[in-house]
């Protein structure tokens, strides 16, 4: 015993027997930290360890056990803590033993690991916050010099002045084709990669070298810039000497008169000396600072070694991939730190509800991944997205602000939509970017067609420009009836899109990809003509309607749009009080005080205001008060889950009473079963509109049902 006795000393450990009588005899030395927390302590004298701690008592119960039947080598204790005479703190834990028939305890002082690895921690979690400061600065230089080369390039400045701007900038900087060839790069691109000089695009373009290194990361990177939008992030880049560095980009779209992408400005930093982390830092940050999640990084190793898995067992993974709705906007609303709670408080919602098994992950931004390994079938797939959507949606509250925030969520499965971690993820990607498109608060299987939903959307852009003028859109129009009394009929007028080759397109498609060029201008302008037309022609027939619009945000924003409403209402003749515009909530949020003016003028002279898809975006009621609003319509999210979801119910009677008091009426969209109309009824709502009672009609049906309305029951 004695050997073991001088290792114990040596390791810093205090053995002791444990006799019958609770009498707990020292088999070594007293180690230093030992006499610490107690002074008279004497080897081979009996210590009362039960007083000394009483965490040890509940210990000894197990200890018994223990050495009556020893399952195991050893029972651990679990650590605790006391306090010393000097006030400091031990970590402490108790070992029970059997060793020839003899109960020993063995107690360990782990005070000094804990501080070791707590400040290793500190100190790596101050590298990552530093790093992450780093970073910023370095990415406000970088979009602060793409956005001057933006916009000189916008206004055509000569070549050759841009290239004096960039020649000697510390970033190397290229601008290029869309295609990736060369119009102009400077000397610190050079002297990274061996490129070919200005205006020689026979070498390979680091573009697409740049492109298919990100692609790993960043899957949707050609889905970015192909739809012109502004791309960031950063990845591992190989020399041509075939040594490695991390690399910093950022590309931005230059976009010509037409809408096109003309330029691809590029930015890009060697961050290599950022990136080399201990192994401990390695560990801190894999996790996202804000949210405490697992990082992107973190991520895709999680999501490579579990395919790997699933390719070796024969078993399924599915990735889910959720994205906050209009996030960008809600941020803009808030400040920074609220932000950061909307996010964290999304993700302990979200890391609440899926199993301990599956791995969530916190992307960056308002993005998050879900990687469920499975062998269960599609069904529980689809009940697992339909749950996160339905915890992001719950009310929450941020700045004393009750806000409604959904998100969009993709879905893509392994082995079955992708053989590999990049492939699976670019599939998510298109899956929520297809959900988006159709309408926030969706998910979307990957489906073979998305990708040619994808192509879909280029046509679009591509073919709506000549639907005016090739007579190939056209409007119908949708009545609302009226809860209470009222002296018109009230119908929204709803575009539709004939293609030629591709038929009806909806203009949940169109609509989006027209608003975000000018060509929402063009069309609205023409719906406008062509509902107060109509609306005219309704009324030489005796059949006195409303006709509401709809109106983008950015059609408001066009400084002639007041003068263009009185133009046409003075054209065609249709008298103000006939014409309502429908805005929606959250573009009416965006700039609020220009949409102010442009409302109150029109309203003015009769036309009225009604907010649309309200209750998605902010619903503090709060700013309702000041706004210039006739009516409010309520999000069909709200409607269709009543009567099942309370929540819904409750908010939707809210909205009708304030919007009561503050003498505005309520429109009800989306209504589709008796019993939401029964509800609806019952809380007061003024108006619904939905499938239940009309779909969207050709003008020509209007007439009948005017002339019947006075004897339509609606009524089971
Ligand atoms: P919105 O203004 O909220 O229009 C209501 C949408 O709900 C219409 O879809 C309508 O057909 C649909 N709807 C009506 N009742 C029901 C129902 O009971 N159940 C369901 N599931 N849907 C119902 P639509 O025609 O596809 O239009 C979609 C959106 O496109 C519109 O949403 C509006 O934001 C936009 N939009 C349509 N026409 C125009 C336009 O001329 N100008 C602009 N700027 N946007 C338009
Ligand atoms: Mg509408
Ligand atoms: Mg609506």
Request: net charge negative.
């Amino acid at each position: 015993m004695s050997l073991f006795a001088k290792l114990f000393s040596d390791m810093g450990l205090l053995a002791v027997e444990c006799r019958p009588g609770n009498r707990f005899v020292p088999l070594n030395d007293i180690p230093a930290w030992f006499h610490q927390l107690c002074s008279d302590a004497y080897p081979g004298e009996p210590l009362d360890l039960p007083a000394l701690f009483p965490f040890i008592e509940h210990f000894l119960q197990d200890a018994e056990a223990f050495w009556q039947q020893p399952a195991g080598a050893r029972l651990g204790s679990g650590v605790w803590t006391e306090l010393d005479g000097q006030g400091k703190q031990h970590q402490l834990e108790a070992y029970a033993l059997l060793y020839q028939q003899i109960r020993i305890l063995l107690l360990v002082d782990l005070t000094q690991t804990f501080d070791a690895r707590h400040q290793v921690y500190q100190r790596a979690r101050e590298i990552a916050l530093a790093q992450e400061k780093l970073v910023a600065a370095l990415q406000r230089e970088q979009r602060k010099l793409q956005l001057k080369l933006q916009e000189m390039l916008t206004r055509n400045a000569p070549l050759s002045n841009i290239a004096e701007r960039i020649q000697h900038h510390a970033s190397a900087v290229m601008v290029c084709k869309p295609d990736g060839s060369v119009e102009l790069l400077n000397q610190a691109l050079m002297d990274i990669y061996p490129v070919a000089a200005a205006g020689d695009a026979s070498g390979p373009s680091v573009l697409n070298q740049w492109v298919r290194e990100a692609e790993t990361l960043y899957p949707e990177i050609h889905r970015v810039i192909d739809t012109g939008a502004w791309w960031e992030g950063e990845f591992e880049s190989t020399l041509p000497d075939g040594t490695h560095k991390w690399v910093r980009l950022m590309i931005g779209p230059v976009l010509d008169e037409q809408q096109q992408v003309s330029h691809l400005v590029c930015v890009a930093n060697d961050i290599s000396g950022l990136r080399e982390p201990s192994v401990e830092l390695e560990r801190v940050t894999d996790y996202d600072l804000t949210t405490q999640l697992p990082n992107r990084r973190h991520f895709w190793r999680v999501l490579t070694r579990e395919i790997d898995a699933c390719r070796a067992s024969g078993d399924k993974l599915a990735l889910l991939y959720l994205d906050v709705d209009n996030f960008k906007r809600i941020n803009d609303n808030f400040d920074h730190q609220a932000g950061d709670q909307l996010l964290t408080t999304l993700s302990s919602r979200l890391a609440r509800n899926v199993k301990k098994t599956d791995f969530i992950a916190h992307l960056g931004g308002d993005e998050f991944a879900v990687v469920l390994r499975t062998d269960r079938r599609q069904l529980d797939v689809n009940a697992v997205a339909e749950r996160l959507l339905g915890v992001v949606r719950q009310p929450l509250t941020v700045d004393s602000q009750t806000l409604h925030v959904t998100a969009s969520l993709g879905v893509a499965c392994f082995p079955d939509h992708a053989a590999d971690a990049a492939a699976l993820m670019k599939h998510a990607d298109l899956a929520m970017y297809h959900a988006k498109q159709m309408g926030r608060n969706h998910y979307q299987l990957f489906t073979r067609d998305l990708d040619d939903a994808f192509l879909h959307r280029v046509i679009v852009q591509k073919d709506l420009g000549n639907a005016i003028t090739h007579q190939e859109l056209r409007l119908v129009y949708q009545p609302q009836i009226c809860i209470g009394d009222d002296a018109f009929l009230r119908l929204e007028a709803l575009l539709r899109w004939q293609h030629p080759e591709r038929g009806l397109i909806s203009p949940g498609v169109f609509i989006p990809v027209a608003e975000e060029s000018d060509l929402i201008n063009q069309l609205g302008r023409w719906v406008l003509e062509q509902a107060c037309t109509q609306a005219r022609a309704f009324l030489d027939r005796k059949v006195p309607v409303v006709m509401a619009v709809n109106v983008s945000a950015r059609q408001i924003r066009a400084s002639d749009f007041v003068a263009h409403v009185l133009m046409v209402l003075e054209q065609t003749g249709l008298p103000p009080a006939q014409l309502e515009l429908e805005i929606t909530e959250t573009a009416l949020l965006e700039d609020r005080e220009t949409y102010s003016q442009a409302l109150r003028q029109l309203r003015e002279i009769g036309v009225s205001i009604a907010l649309d898809d309200f209750g998605s975006g902010f619903s503090s009621l709060n700013y309702l008060k000041n706004l210039p609003v006739d009516r409010l319509k309520i999000d069909q999210v709200f409607i269709q889950e009543i009567p099942h979801n309370e929540e819904s119910k409750a908010i939707t009677a809210t909205i009708v009473k304030l919007a009561h008091e503050l003498r505005m009426k309520v429109v009800a969209e989306g209504v589709e079963t008796w019993e939401q109309l029964r509800f609806l009824r019952e809380i007061g709502c003024d108006y619904a509109q939905g499938f239940l009672l009309f779909k969207p009609l050709p003008a020509d049906e209007i007439d009948a049902i005017y002339r019947n309305l006075s004897s339509l029951r609606f009524e089971p």
